[in-house]
């Protein structure tokens, strides 16, 4: 996958993550956890972004570590969601496996970069 293709994957799942967060019920859970879900839904493609812009080697792996961890994140808020009964399971399953997918290939960019220091 290119950084252009990764790019707008990162856009597009924050995206996503935008309208599932506008769809979820109006209670305490569904703000506290839709709050944290926005924040780290949308800082993963906002640190891919500002990994693509490093200025070092060093800068883009530690940016890298961040988006692993907010996709790893969005991750646990989506779990949550379904757990919790806040939206149907299949309503947020292609979002949280696209998230998984994310970690993933955060996490492998991350080895790989830091491999190749």
């Known amino acids: 996958m290119t950084e252009k293709e990764l790019l ?3 856009k597009t799942f ?7 967060v506008n769809a979820l019920p109006n209670t305490s859970a569904g703000r506290a956890i839709g ?8 800082s993963v493609a906002s640190n891919y972004r500002a ?20 996709a790893d994140e969005s991750c646990l808020w989506l779990e949550l969601i379904i757990e919790s009964g ?15 997918e994310l970690t993933a290939i955060f996490a492998k960019s ?7 220091k």
């Open 8 to 10: 707008q994957r990162t």
């Open 14 to 20: 924050a995206l996503r993550v935008i309208k599932l």
């Open 35 to 42: 709050n944290q879900l926005i924040r780290s839904g949308t």
């Open 51 to 70: 990994a693509c812009r490093g200025r070092s080697k060093a800068e883009f792996i530690a940016k890298l570590g961040t988006v692993e961890e907010e």
């Open 86 to 100: 806040l939206m149907e399971e299949k309503s947020v399953a292609s979002l949280l496996q696209e998230a998984s």
């Open 110 to 116: 991350r080895i790989s970069a830091k491999s190749n």
